[in-house]
């Protein structure tokens, strides 16, 4: 959880600060599924891992080349 501090914090930085780390979480999901694929990884056993499910993730990410 984030500590609260006396200085009030202005939204619109707050929210960039959302998106910016949801951009990078993206980018991080995606190089990572590529690289399982490229290592064997089904699926499932991917899916597993990130606590989402294979059909999900195939949809998500299926133009993978492996």
Not at 1 to 14: I, R
């Amino acid at each position: 959880m984030v500590e609260q501090t006396s200085h009030p914090h202005d939204p619109e930085e707050g929210l960039r600060a959302v998106l910016a780390l949801r951009r990078l979480a993206e980018q991080v999901e995606a190089e990572q599924v590529a690289a399982a694929r490229r290592a064997g990884w089904s699926w499932q056993q991917i899916g597993d891992a990130l606590g989402l499910t294979r059909q999900s993730l195939h949809t998500k990410h299926g133009d993978v080349r492996t």
